[in-house]
């Protein structure tokens, strides 16, 4: 289908139109009803379509809106020809001759993961929201229409705007957007970039949903490639315990988003032989290093290939 290529992977449940159920002859009722009981198959109740014209008649706002929705390509693209309400709020024909609630879907009452369901139906297979069962939001009860208004236009479906996704984002996470307020930090607040720089709102193999990048490398490599390596002489925690050793991407009181106020004693958390407490640590820097001489305060100064080199050891540079 032509649109296919616009969303990868975007399937489509497999029924389009369902002509009405014949209308029950006595017999037929006895007979299904023998089946049932003898069988316990139970008898689901008729599943009929009324069309989106139908819909519109009593839900004429959200018709109007649904107009100028990206989803309306459901009806114009598919088989669901004039059915578009009904693929996310399931056959409504009963519902639309009573006006009954009790007898239509409705996504927001449900849990997360069912009404994600009905989303998935026909999302499930693209990239980004395909890690979402595992370990997204959904796991934690926040359901895809919580972050994607669903009737609205193509903006208020997915609002890529850093400024939108940041605010939409802090309302459940103040306590992240304060540490982007911190004098160093990545410049969230100024709409340069967004939580989902860093984060996949629908879930990632790795902790905290952090975004990898060629598969299984740390997602700030996209922005920051030149700490990729792979370097002759790798500073081992870069590797093994990744960026947030040493930096606190969500912001910080101290300069280059470190850990610690003086670098010093960021290294000396793992270059020194007291309070090794620390679970890995690197080896005691030489003698000649003195400390109590302000000359070797400022380890970076001498040691300036602190993410890796390619020529020296001690990462001199
Ligand atoms: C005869 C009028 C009528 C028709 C036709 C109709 N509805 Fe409704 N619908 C109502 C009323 C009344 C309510 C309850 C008040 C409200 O939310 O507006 C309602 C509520 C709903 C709700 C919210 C249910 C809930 O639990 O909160 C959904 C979803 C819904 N309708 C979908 C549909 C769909 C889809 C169609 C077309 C298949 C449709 N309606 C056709 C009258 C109608
Ligand atoms: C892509 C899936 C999808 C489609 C298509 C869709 N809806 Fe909905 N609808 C939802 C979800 C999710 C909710 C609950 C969250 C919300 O209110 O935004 C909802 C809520 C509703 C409600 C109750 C809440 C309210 O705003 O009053 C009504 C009524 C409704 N839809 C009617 C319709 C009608 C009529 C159509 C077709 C013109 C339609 N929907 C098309 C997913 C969909
Ligand atoms: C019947 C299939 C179907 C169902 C069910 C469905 N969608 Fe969609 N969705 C589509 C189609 C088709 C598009 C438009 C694709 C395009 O324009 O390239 C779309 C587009 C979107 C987009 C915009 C993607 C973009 O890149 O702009 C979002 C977000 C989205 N849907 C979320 C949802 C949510 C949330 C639900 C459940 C409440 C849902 N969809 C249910 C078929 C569906
Ligand atoms: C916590 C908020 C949140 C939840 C929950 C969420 N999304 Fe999204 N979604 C986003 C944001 C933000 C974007 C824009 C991503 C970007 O720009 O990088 C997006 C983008 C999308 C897109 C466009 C394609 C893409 O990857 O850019 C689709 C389709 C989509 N979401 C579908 C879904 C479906 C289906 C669900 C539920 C299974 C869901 N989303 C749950 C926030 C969310
Ligand atoms: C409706 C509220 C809500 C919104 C909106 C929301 N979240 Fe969440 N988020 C939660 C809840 C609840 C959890 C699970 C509890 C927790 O770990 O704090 C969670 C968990 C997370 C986690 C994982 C925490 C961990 O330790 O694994 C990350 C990362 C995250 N959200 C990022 C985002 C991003 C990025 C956005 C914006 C695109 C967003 N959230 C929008 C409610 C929300
Ligand atoms: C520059 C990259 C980056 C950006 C931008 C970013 N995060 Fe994070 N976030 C991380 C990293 C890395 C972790 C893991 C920290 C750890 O494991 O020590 C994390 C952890 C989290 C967690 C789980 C741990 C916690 O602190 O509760 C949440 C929730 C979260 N981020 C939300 C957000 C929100 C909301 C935004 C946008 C306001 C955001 N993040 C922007 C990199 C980022
Ligand atoms: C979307 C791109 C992007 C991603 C992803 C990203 N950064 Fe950044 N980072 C930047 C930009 C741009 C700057 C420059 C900030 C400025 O001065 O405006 C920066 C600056 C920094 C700085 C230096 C700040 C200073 O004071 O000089 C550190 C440290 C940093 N980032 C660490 C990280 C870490 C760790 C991660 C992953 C958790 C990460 N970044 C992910 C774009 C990104
Ligand atoms: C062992 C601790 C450590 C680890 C791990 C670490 N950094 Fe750094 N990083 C530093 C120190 C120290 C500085 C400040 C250097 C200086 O004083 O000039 C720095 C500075 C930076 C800067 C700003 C200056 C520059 O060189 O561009 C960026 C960006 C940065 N780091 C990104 C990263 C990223 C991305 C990762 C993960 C791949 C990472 N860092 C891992 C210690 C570390
Ligand atoms: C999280 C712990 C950690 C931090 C923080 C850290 N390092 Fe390391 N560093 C290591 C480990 C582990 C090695 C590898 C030691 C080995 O291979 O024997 C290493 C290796 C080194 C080496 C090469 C020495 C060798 O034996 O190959 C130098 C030089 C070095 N670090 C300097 C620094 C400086 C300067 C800082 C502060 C900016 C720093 N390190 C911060 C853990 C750390
Ligand atoms: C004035 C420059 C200078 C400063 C400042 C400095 N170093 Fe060094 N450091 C060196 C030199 C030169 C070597 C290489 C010695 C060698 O090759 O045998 C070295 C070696 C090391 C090594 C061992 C490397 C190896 O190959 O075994 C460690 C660990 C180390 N320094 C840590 C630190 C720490 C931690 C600080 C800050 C407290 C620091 N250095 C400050 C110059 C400096």
């Not at 109007?64 to 004039?82: G, L, Y």
């Not at 390596?229 to 930096?247: D, I, K, M, N, W």
């Not at 290093?289 to 000359?295: E, F, K, Q, V």
Request: aromatic share 4%; hydrophobic share 30%.
């Amino acid at each position: 289908m032509s649109w296919l290529p616009r969303l990868p992977g975007l399937t489509l449940p497999p029924q389009g139109r369902h002509p009405a159920p014949p209308s029950p002859v006595p017999g037929t009722v006895a007979a299904s009803l023998f089946l049932a009981a003898t069988f316990f198959v139970p008898l689901a109740p008729a599943q009929e379509y009324a069309g989106t014209e139908m819909c519109a008649a009593c839900h004429e706002e959200i018709f109007t809106k649904f107009q100028k929705s990206a989803h309306k390509r459901i009806e114009r693209k598919t088989e669901w020809t004039d059915q578009a309400c009904e693929t996310c709020h399931g056959p409504g024909a009963e519902h639309a001759a009573s006006g009954d609630i009790a007898l239509i879907k409705n996504p927001s009452k449900l849990d997360a993961g069912a009404g994600d369901r009905s989303c998935l139906a026909c999302h499930q297979n693209q990239p980004s929201p395909a890690g979402r069962i595992r370990n997204g939001h959904a796991h934690s009860q926040v359901s895809c229409a919580e972050c994607h208004t669903v009737h609205g236009t193509r903006e208020e479906l997915v609002d890529r705007r850093p400024v939108s996704v940041n605010k939409q984002c802090a309302t459940c996470h103040m306590d992240a957007w304060v540490q982007f307020q911190r004098p160093h930090t990545h410049r969230l607040a100024q709409g340069a970039m967004s939580c989902t720089g860093c984060h996949n709102p629908h879930g990632t193999a790795a902790p905290s949903n952090l975004n990898l990048v060629a598969a299984n490398e740390p997602g700030c490599l996209k922005c920051h490639g030149d700490k990729r390596g792979p370097f002759t002489f790798e500073h081992a925690p870069v590797r093994l315990e990744g960026c947030q050793s040493c930096h606190e991407p969500h912001g910080s009181a101290n300069p280059r988003m470190l850990t610690r106020h003086e670098v010093r004693f960021q290294c000396l958390e793992c270059h020194s032989n007291i309070g090794a407490s620390a679970g890995v640590l690197g080896g005691v820097a030489p003698a000649f290093h003195d400390t109590r001489n302000p000359r070797f305060r400022n380890c970076t100064v001498c040691h300036v290939k602190i993410h890796g080199s390619h020529i020296n050891r001690a990462l001199l540079r």
